[in-house]
C-alpha cells in the first residue's frame, strides 16, 4: 500500500513540473525553432500538400555521433504565439493509446480531442507563426513553425 502512495505522489510531481514549465518564445523565428529551455523531446516538423505533420524525437547524446531516437508522446497541442489560447489540442486517455507522430487536425486512434471541444480543427493561417507542443516519454518539448500553405 505504502509503494503505491509513491508512485502517485511521484506521477503526480511529474505531471504538475511537466506542466509548470511549458513556456513559449513568441520572438522565436524560421521555419522550426526548438525551445532553447526545454529540449527534451525535439519535434519535427513536415509540411506538404496544405498539411502540418509532427514528429516526435528523444536525443540521445551519449553515442557518437548523438542519434535522435523517435518518442511516444500523449499530449499534443498547437497555440498562436502571443498568449492567445490553444487553436488544436489532443491527448490519450490515461494508460491510452501512444503515438510518434501527428498531423495537425488528424485524430490518431485512441486520442481524443479536448480543443476544440467540437467541431475539427480551425484551418491554418498562411505564413502564419505557430508553436506545437507536446508531452510524452522523457518529458515534454515545443517548437515553433511558420504555415506555408498548400
Not at 7 to 36: E, K, M, Q, R, Y
Request: aromatic share 12%.
Amino acid at each position: 500500500m505504502r509503494s503505491c502512495h509513491w508512485v502517485l505522489l511521484t506521477v503526480f510531481l511529474v505531471i504538475t513540473f511537466a506542466f509548470s514549465i511549458i513556456a513559449f518564445d513568441a520572438s522565436a523565428a524560421g521555419p522550426v525553432v526548438p525551445h532553447p529551455d526545454y529540449p527534451l523531446i525535439d519535434i519535427e516538423v513536415q509540411q506538404s500538400e496544405g498539411q502540418v505533420h509532427f514528429r516526435f524525437y528523444w536525443r540521445d547524446e551519449k553515442g557518437k555521433p548523438p542519434k535522435r531516437l523517435p518518442v511516444d508522446a500523449w499530449n499534443i497541442a498547437v497555440y498562436m504565439p502571443g498568449g492567445t489560447p490553444t487553436i488544436w489540442e489532443i491527448i490519450s486517455p490515461r494508460n491510452g493509446q501512444r503515438t510518434t507522430q501527428a498531423t495537425y487536425g488528424l485524430v490518431p486512434q485512441g486520442f481524443q480531442q479536448t480543443v476544440p471541444t467540437e467541431g475539427a480543427a480551425p484551418p491554418l493561417e498562411v505564413n502564419r507563426q505557430y508553436y506545437v507542443g507536446v508531452s510524452g516519454e522523457g518529458g515534454i518539448g515545443s517548437a515553433s513553425f511558420t504555415y506555408t500553405g498548400p
